[in-house]
Nanobody, 114 residues
């Protein structure tokens, strides 16, 4: 599975960004697609994920602000990020789990200025 992430950029605190992750295979064939992030000097952490059945889950730090969604026809998973905070600054990675194999896309940098 190949994953292509995009949509990062520089935004002021309180602003919004939408990240996109395009997959090379049907979303239904992938067990789970997730967004992770890694801030400077910190470990990579799970932000949100969606299962092939459509169930979603979020890290407590982003609940109510971020929304993960998918467009099956476009093989794309989105991460809508609202009310961004400086602590959301990180490289965001798209991740897929299929048949017990993990796949990572390249990161996209999100910078939130105060």
């Amino acid at each position: 599975v190949q994953l292509q992430a995009s949509g990062g950029g520089l935004v002021q605190a309180g602003g919004s960004l939408r990240l996109s992750c395009v997959t090379s295979e049907s979303i239904f064939s992938i067990n789970r697609i997730a967004w992770y992030r890694q801030a400077p000097g910190k470990q990579r952490e799970l932000v949100a994920h969606v299962s092939n059945g459509g169930m979603t889950n979020y890290a407590d730090s982003v609940k109510g602000r971020f929304t993960i969604s998918r467009d099956v026809a476009k093989n794309t998973v989105y991460l809508q990020m609202n009310s961004l905070k400086p602590e959301d600054t990180a490289v965001y990675y798209c991740h897929a789990l299929k048949s017990s194999v993990l796949y990572w896309g390249q990161g996209t940098l999100v910078t939130v200025s105060s």
